[in-house]
């Protein structure tokens, strides 16, 4: 009788699993892409609010800095709460703030409505992410998170072009109007298929560790942020710096010794997580900064009209799906190692040879260059997360999450910051100003970033030949051989 239902329940499992990772990756492509879209439509959205477009900035800049703040404490609300609950909420809160967005007619207005849709995105991401953790065997990880890892990787590319699209042939209030049906059907399904989990549900808030946690990546990721201004103060910045560093080193001290702290540094003990986090963050911040500097530089650089730039751009995008089709192949080869460490320099070479691009470049070497780079940053974003949880005991699942995450996060926002930073350090090279930024500027900028990214390989360069060979399947690739 058992061995005539086990199939069956197998069967039921891997459904249900399925339909939990494409849910996820849904709703991490709603929460991703609304933080790249709204950068072509700025320009329409500050006339309907009566502002300078570069005012709008504080949209992008509230929505960043919520995520960043609230991130941390989604492993608690999920123990705490449940899976089913917070991730649910998460969706409701969400749907609902982008509908205030579209609504709003004046720039406060649209900045709190954007911080109410940080705090759902800020949800939704790592506590998604652990219920596909949770749902998943070690030996289906590296297929569930190639899925979740693609929204990551597409709605940076294609967030800009469409935006456009959508601010061009109709209004950009539909930016946010679009999330609603998604967001419904996202709640639905849910309420129906997501288990209500809890690891601990006595587990105490940690407002201190909150509160320094939060100052901490506020200060510094807009310190950043001003850093890549003209118009910088750089007292201001200074301060901010200060203050930054100083909560960040507070925060540290006070994780590593508290019981129960809002961020788990636990996981850090586990050498492949560890890895993933260090090195690993200086990838994302490098590979981060290529979809903001890639439309500027052919917009201001080269002179194109934003619909042939979103073109070009469009071939990274090209690039992640094309390399999702042999992920798995080429990890079950290798393994973790040698592609993250191989990948991880083709992947900087690819940024260093936009450095060479120029107006005059033929587009055809212009795509072939967005291509590969395209499928070295699918390939690298999808092994680096798939091996950070590769060896993290179930019991640390929750603290592991929330802490990738908020790094994840930090070094997104850090990627953008850093592009623009390098921008201005190839401005001053060159002896220009914001208004008179050329193709070389360019180059600097990308040379810099291409060097952060190499810097990265060093670090993965540590992990053992072996790491995650569970997930990753290479120990049975070898048995086969044999």
Not at 294 to 306: D, E, I, Y
Not at 334 to 361: E, K, Q, Y
Not at 401 to 412: E, I, N, P
Request: glycine share 10%.
């Amino acid at each position: 009788m058992s061995s005539s239902t086990t199939p069956s329940q197998s069967d039921e499992t891997k459904h249900g699993s399925s339909l939990i990772v494409s849910l996820v990756a849904a709703t991490f492509f709603m929460e991703n892409l609304d933080g790249t879209i709204i950068a072509t439509a700025m320009p329409q959205m500050a006339h309907s609010f009566g502002v300078h477009p570069a005012d709008m900035s504080l949209g992008i800049t509230a929505y960043l800095l919520t995520l960043a703040v609230f991130i941390p404490i989604s492993g608690w609300a999920a123990d705490r709460f449940g899976l089913r609950t917070v991730f649910g909420s998460a969706i409701a809160v969400f749907t609902a703030a982008s509908v205030l967005c579209g609504a709003t007619s004046t720039l406060p207005a649209f900045a709190a409505a954007r911080v109410l849709q940080g705090i759902g995105g800020a949800m939704m991401v790592p506590v998604g992410r652990l219920a596909v953790l949770r749902a998943t065997p070690k030996d289906g990880l590296m297929r569930a998170i190639a899925i979740i890892t693609w929204p990551g990787l597409v709605a940076p590319v294609i967030g800009p072009p469409l935006g456009g699209f959508i601010t061009t042939y109709s209004s950009w209030r539909w930016i946010f109007y679009l999330n609603v049906p998604l967001g419904l059907i996202g709640l639905l399904l849910t309420l129906r298929h997501i288990d209500n989990v809890r690891e601990d549900a006595n587990r105490r808030f940690d407002f201190a560790g909150f509160v320094l946690c939060g100052i901490a990546c506020t200060t510094l990721l807009y310190a950043m942020e001003l850093i890549g201004r003209n118009d910088a103060s750089w007292s201001m910045i200074g301060a901010l710096v200060a203050v930054g560093v100083a909560t960040g080193i507070a925060s540290w001290r006070y994780l590593i010794r508290a019981t129960q702290p809002v961020v788990d540094l636990s996981a850090l003990k586990v050498h492949t997580f560890a890895v993933a986090m260090g090195g690993g963050s200086l990838f994302r911040i490098a590979i981060s900064a290529a979809p903001f500097l890639l439309p500027l530089m052919f917009q201001v650089g080269f002179g194109m009209n934003a619909f042939m730039s979103g073109l070009l751009t469009l071939s990274v995008f090209a690039g992640n799906l094309a390399m999702k089709l042999v992920t798995t192949p080429v990890m079950r080869r290798f393994g973790f190692r040698p592609v993250l460490v191989v990948n991880g320099l083709i992947a900087a070479l690819s940024l260093a040879a936009m450095s060479l691009l120029a107006p005059s470049t033929p587009t055809l070497v212009i795509v072939v260059v967005l291509f590969v780079s395209g499928l070295s940053r699918s390939l690298q974003f999808t092994a680096l997360n798939t091996l950070s949880f590769a060896d993290v005991p179930k019991t640390q699942m929750s603290g592991a999450s929330a802490l990738s995450s908020t790094l994840f996060q930090m070094s997104m926002g850090v990627g953008v910051a850093a592009g623009a930073i390098a921008l201005r350090i190839g401005e001053w090279l060159h002896g220009h100003d914001a208004h008179s930024i050329g193709p070389d500027d360019f180059g600097v900028a990308f040379l810099i970033v291409a060097l952060i990214g190499a810097l990265g390989v060093i670090d993965l360069w540590r992990l053992p030949k072996d790491a995650g060979a569970l997930v990753s399947g290479h120990v049975k690739g070898k048995a086969a051989e044999r």
